[in-house]
């Protein structure tokens, strides 16, 4: 499913950069999410967060800005757990809340969720073990 023209009006580049910051602010403050994020990124926050606004801006601009895998980066994580994905919707989902319209809160979340069960699909999924408890 492809955004809509009029949807990509109601995103801005600076809507996406203060997303992206006030979520990875989030994150970093997380006791589940903070020290995975804090052991793999290390000093190398601005770098990580450029990437991440180049991320945010192709899903939800199209600009093709982001050239990466993140299933691949995400599967060489140690400690990640299924279950932190749901931890990372919610913050998500509070700072869209914070940050944006109803509206523009909804196509960012839309969007967060389905890349979200992507990478649970690429990180965890094994077609010859059983579905993690709690992965739906």
Same mark, same amino acid.
């Given at each position: 499913?492809?955004?809509?023209?009029?949807?990509?009006?109601?995103?801005?580049?600076?809507?996406?950069?203060?997303?992206?910051?006030?979520?990875?602010?989030?994150?970093?403050?997380?006791?589940? !999410?903070?020290?995975?994020?804090?052991?793999?990124?290390?000093?190398?926050?601005?770098?990580?967060?450029?990437?991440?606004?180049?991320?945010?801006?192709?899903?939800? *601009?199209?600009?093709?800005?982001?050239?990466?895998?993140?299933?691949?980066?995400?599967?060489?994580?140690?400690?990640?757990?299924?279950? !932190?994905?749901?931890?990372? *919707?919610?913050?998500?989902?509070?700072?869209?809340?914070?940050? !944006?319209?109803?509206?523009?809160?909804?196509?960012?979340?839309?969007?967060?969720?389905?890349?979200?069960?992507?990478?649970?699909?690429?990180?965890?999924?094994?077609?010859?073990?059983?579905?993690?408890?709690?992965?739906?």
């Amino acid at each position: 499913m492809s955004i809509d023209v009029k949807d990509t009006a109601l995103v801005s580049e600076q809507q996406i950069r203060q997303l992206v910051d006030l979520f990875y602010d989030k994150v970093r403050a997380d006791p589940d !999410l903070g020290p995975i994020f804090e052991r793999v990124i290390q000093d190398e926050w601005g770098p990580h967060l450029l990437k991440m606004y180049d991320f945010w801006s192709s899903v939800m *601009l199209t600009t093709g800005r982001y050239k990466g895998q993140p299933a691949m980066i995400h599967k060489r994580i140690e400690g990640l757990e299924i279950g !932190l994905f749901d931890r990372w *919707l919610a913050l998500f989902g509070e700072s869209c809340a914070e940050l !944006l319209d109803g509206e523009t809160a909804g196509l960012f979340w839309r969007k967060a969720v389905r890349i979200a069960e992507s990478l649970k699909l690429a990180v965890f999924y094994r077609p010859d073990q059983p579905w993690p408890m709690g992965a739906a």
